[in-house]
Nanobody
Framework: QVELVESGGGLVQPGSSLTLSCVAH????????IGWFRQAPGKEREMVSC????????NYLDSVKGRFTISKDNAKNTLYLQMNSLNSEDTATYYC?????????????????WGKGTLVTVSS
């Protein structure tokens, strides 16, 4: 059974850093496209960063480039999101998503599995 469990959210001040974790259960993380998404109140869910399993490429939302870094530890089957220089616009619930691979892996597209999310609030 596929399960994604996020952790690491919290209340932080502007300019702070935070690291989110997503542990994958029931599948091998490295085989799937895997990424972080977020949804702020009243807004649609958006992709923050994602790692493709077709070629290992990563992409980022423009507003987080240079501040956020996505990484994974295959031995721990865990995905991370290091977030630096946080500001109020980063306030949202952050979700981990995974896309089932085909014969050549999976691109960062519509995700098949989702975690329950972890809330990040940036406020002074």
């Amino acid at each position: 059974q596929v399960e994604l469990v996020e952790s690491g959210g919290g209340l932080v001040q502007p300019g702070s850093s935070l690291t989110l974790s997503c542990v994958a259960h029931g599948f091998t993380l490295d085989d799937y496209a895997i990424g972080w998404f977020r949804q702020a109140p009243g807004k649609e869910r958006e992709m923050v960063s994602c790692i493709s399993s077709t070629d290992g490429s990563t992409n980022y939302l423009d507003s987080v480039k240079g501040r956020f870094t996505i990484s994974k530890d295959n031995a721990k089957n865990t995905l991370y999101l290091q977030m630096n220089s946080l500001n109020s616009e980063d306030t949202a619930t952050y979700y981990c998503g995974a896309r089932t691979p085909g014969p050549f892996g999976a691109a960062c597209s519509i995700m098949d599995y989702w975690g329950k999310g972890t809330l990040v609030t940036v406020s002074s």
